[in-house]
């Protein structure tokens, strides 16, 4: 962890964060100022719906095999070239992906025995909620009449505390962090269907959904970036999960 991960530098996590805002931008404005034809294209909601629904369960799958979330704590092959009980204590050191660690105490919670990361189950729930509402709006009959920028303009704020929640204070503790992630995701949707529900263009709504993978891939971005910071704060030879000294817990 002295070193950031090669697959993330602060100029990479700027630039995502630039497109991401420039992209909640449009989105305001084509929701208060639609410049584009309504579409009268039958199949336009099920394949913006399944569109967005291919992300959720992608979104999914991450969640509940998070290997990747653990590469930037992965123990390095010279490491595992030295001793094979050293990278066995450092996989079951990872507690919800995260070292047992006090610095990423606010990351995680506990359910009984079992260590989940907050973000990550945060994720899980708003996913949930966005595919069920995908079942109901873009598979049913049920439409937001005149609450369309009031979606919109909750989506936005839950899109936006999800890309600031790994540098706003109020928001490092377990729970602010579980919130955060379940309201990012649903605040993607919303912002989905206000986009559909003002402008009815596939364009459009295909394009939210390009938009959305992007805030996704920001947000796991600056959620490593996070990590390296918090890591970068600790002297290597005071680390045990650095030097591979874990000891399980009791």
């Not at 595919?131 to 005149?146: C, I, P, S, T």
């Not at 295909?206 to 996704?216: D, E, G, H, T």
Request: aromatic share 10%; glycine share 8%.
């Amino acid at each position: 962890m002295r070193k950031l991960n090669s697959q993330i530098s602060k100029s990479t996590v700027l630039f995502q964060v630039s497109v991401s805002l420039f992209g909640l931008i449009l989105v305001v404005l084509f929701a208060v100022s639609p410049q584009v034809s309504q579409e009268s294209f039958i199949w336009r909601k099920p394949l913006a719906g399944s569109a967005f629904a291919i992300v959720c369960v992608l979104g999914i799958l991450a969640v509940l095999f998070p290997s990747s979330c653990s590469k930037p704590f992965a123990v390095s092959t010279k490491q595992k070239r030295l001793s094979p009980q050293v990278s066995h204590a450092a996989s079951s050191s990872l507690k919800g992906h995260h070292p047992q660690c006090s610095h990423f105490s606010g990351h995680v919670f506990a359910v009984g025995e079992r260590t989940f990361c907050a973000t990550c189950s945060g994720l899980f729930l708003g996913t949930l909620f966005a595919l069920a509402g995908v079942g109901v709006y873009f598979f049913g009959n049920w439409r937001l009449g005149q609450n369309v920028a009031l979606a919109v303009a909750v989506g936005v704020v839950g899109v936006a505390l999800g890309l600031a929640q790994s540098s706003l204070p109020i928001l490092q503790k377990g729970v602010m962090r579980l919130f955060t992630g379940a309201f990012f995701v649903a605040g993607a949707f919303l912002v989905l269907l206000g986009i559909e529900e003002s402008t009815r263009s596939i364009s459009l709504d295909l394009f939210v959904v390009a938009l959305s993978v992007l805030w996704l891939v920001t947000k796991i971005s600056l959620s490593k970036w996070d990590h390296y910071r918090i890591c970068s704060r600790c002297a290597p030879e005071c680390c045990d999960f650095e030097r591979g000294l874990w000891k399980k817990e009791v």
